[in-house]
T-cell receptor, first 109, second 113 residues
Framework: QKEVEQDPGPLSVPEGAIVSLNCTYSNSAFQYFMWYRQYSRKGPELLMYTYSSGNKEDGRFTAQVDKSSKYISLFIRDSQPSDSATYLCAMINTDKLIFGTGTRLQVFP | DSGVTQTPKHLITATGQRVTLRCSPRSGDLSVYWYQQSLDQGLQFLIQYYNGEERAKGNILERFSAQQFPDLHSELNLSSLELGDSALYFC????????????FGQGTRLTVV
């Protein structure tokens, strides 16, 4: 079993839709939870990070962590074509930064 | 620009050969992580160095090795290359051992023919 599971998609939505991206994890030792965005052929860039269970909002993005269920989510409101990318969840366990496989998102006009 | 520099950007080599990928972390960052990303695969953690010492190891093959030098740049050595080693190799750096924000380089695309 992988430490972090993420549906690879692709997920295709119309512009303006609310997008929900999710990851589950198996190791309760994970402490920090992050979402990265990766455009094609580029290095991933950090979108958001959270430490505790609950919600964290940044503009159109909301990150949600449920440690009891070992489940994290990223919501994108009013999605734009420029949001089309691969979204990777990531989490830290001691010194290791572990990524999910990424979900490919396409937002069409 | 993340501040992390990886060279070369592209590399084409034959099976059985050996290559070295180089990473210069952001100024002041002490930790370097190496990842492999194959087609349609996520980022597979290979290895992490902190201030010159190996700190964590992922699914790194015995044919692969890495090191971090006193000036904090890092090299990933891939030997006895196989077709399946073709992938994007990313380097990321963070300020400390346990840090929430990792900055990634643009990657080295390795093609083994």
């Amino acid at each position: 079993q992988k430490e972090v599971e993420q549906d690879p998609g692709p997920l295709s939505v119309p512009e303006g839709a609310i997008v929900s991206l999710n990851c589950t994890y198996s190791n309760s030792a994970f402490q920090y939870f992050m979402w990265y965005r990766q455009y094609s052929r580029k290095g991933p860039e950090l979108l958001m990070y959270t430490y505790s269970s609950g919600n964290k909002e940044d503009g159109r993005f909301t990150a949600q962590v449920d440690k009891s269920s070992k489940y994290i989510s990223l919501f994108i409101r009013d999605s734009q074509p420029s949001d089309s990318a691969t979204y990777l969840c990531a989490m830290i366990n001691t010194d290791k930064l572990i990524f999910g496989t990424g979900t490919r998102l396409q937002v069409f006009p | 620009d993340s501040g992390v520099t990886q060279t070369p950007k592209h590399l084409i080599t034959a099976t059985g050969q050996r290559v070295t990928l180089r990473c210069s972390p952001r100024s002041g960052d002490l930790s370097v992580y190496w990842y492999q990303q194959s087609l349609d695969q996520g980022l597979q953690f290979l290895i992490q160095y902190y201030n010159g010492e190996e700190r964590a190891k992922g699914n790194i093959l015995e044919r692969f090795s890495a090191q971090q030098f006193p000036d904090l740049h890092s090299e990933l050595n891939l030997s006895s290359l196989e077709l399946g080693d073709s992938a994007l190799y990313f380097c990321a750096s963070t300020a400390g051992q346990l840090n929430t924000e990792a900055f990634f380089g643009q990657g080295t695309r390795l093609t083994v023919v």
